[in-house]
């Protein structure tokens, strides 16, 4: 197995079989492009005091396994709020597009006793999950999975723990947008609420929403797929991470027959 899902290749990065996705063995799975264009984002015009808040993505046709080439430009600046704009090419032709919200952080004393929800159970009281697509090097080799609730083996929502084995970048330790934004693209296949042998249901984008960022290598995605018979869906995805509640994350669907 390879020790990343990318290297570095000149002023690009170069995917190694670890980003294989479920439905086409020569296109990635969109989470490590998706943890590419949020590395980028944090990367462009950093500015101590600020976080990413959202980032929505656009997939604008399949990610080969080769070399990528990510940029990122700050479009609009601001001392409060910037909104930063990212893309992903092969070199020739856009695959991604990404626009994020960076807000400034200030400390504050909110009221006591506001709504908090509790944490799920941890990963340590999950079942491993062993995803359904074959083969010997994928994203589904990358990634740990410890399912509290639901499985790659039930149909319906699901509530699972996912934490990379390896990181984004060799040699670089991911940070926490990195790790959610890996896992945050898999609402849709840890809830699958059809059968991986008969059905496709792709998401054509991805957007997370992060009042806080996550602390530890895992995270949390408590999902569910609601897939319509006009051919279109949707997955809801609840972030945390083991001290709360993160953030949101939510897909539109292509659902279809194989």
């Known amino acids: 197995m390879a020790d990343a899902f990318y290297t570095r290749d000149g002023d690009g990065y170069r995917a190694s079989g670890l980003t294989r996705g479920p439905w086409d063995p020569d296109a990635q799975h969109a989470g490590p492009p998706s943890a590419l264009l949020a590395r980028e984002i944090e990367a462009c015009e950093p500015r101590d005091g600020k976080q990413v808040v959202r ?3 656009e997939i604008l046709r399949p990610v080969p396994l080769g070399r990528l080439v990510p940029s990122a430009k700050v479009v609009r600046p601001g001392r409060s709020v910037e909104l930063i704009e990212a893309s992903l090419s092969d070199g020739e032709q856009e695959l991604m597009r990404a626009r994020a919200w ?3 952080i200030e400390p504050l004393v909110l009221p006591e006793g506001l709504p908090k929800e ?3 159970p941890g990963p340590e009281q999950g079942e491993p999950g062993v995803f359904p ?3 010997s090097e994928g994203y589904w080799t990358a990634m740990d999975y410890r399912f509290v609730r639901g499985g790659f083996d039930e149909v319906g929502p699901a509530l699972g723990w996912l934490r990379m084995r ?3 970048v060799a040699g670089e ?3 926490p947008l990195v790790r959610v934004m890996a896992a945050a693209d898999s609402g849709n296949g840890v809830s699958a609420i059809l059968d991986w042998n008969e ?3 792709i998401n054509t984008d991805l957007s997370v929403h992060l009042h806080r960022l996550p602390e530890g290598e895992w995270v949390c995605l408590d999902a569910v797929t609601i897939p319509e018979p006009n ?3 949707m997955a809801d995805t609840k972030l945390w991470d083991e001290r709360g509640a993160i953030g949101r994350a939510v897909q539109s669907l292509l659902v279809g027959r194989r």
Do not use: K, Y
Request: hydrophobic residues 40%; positive net charge; glycine residues 12%.
């Open 55 to 57: 980032i929505t993505l």
């Open 102 to 104: 960076r807000i400034r």
């Open 118 to 120: 509790p944490p799920p």
């Open 133 to 135: 697509v074959t083969g």
């Open 166 to 168: 390896v990181p984004l």
């Open 173 to 175: 330790q991911p940070s």
């Open 199 to 201: 059905w496709l249901f």
């Open 231 to 233: 051919g279109i869906g």
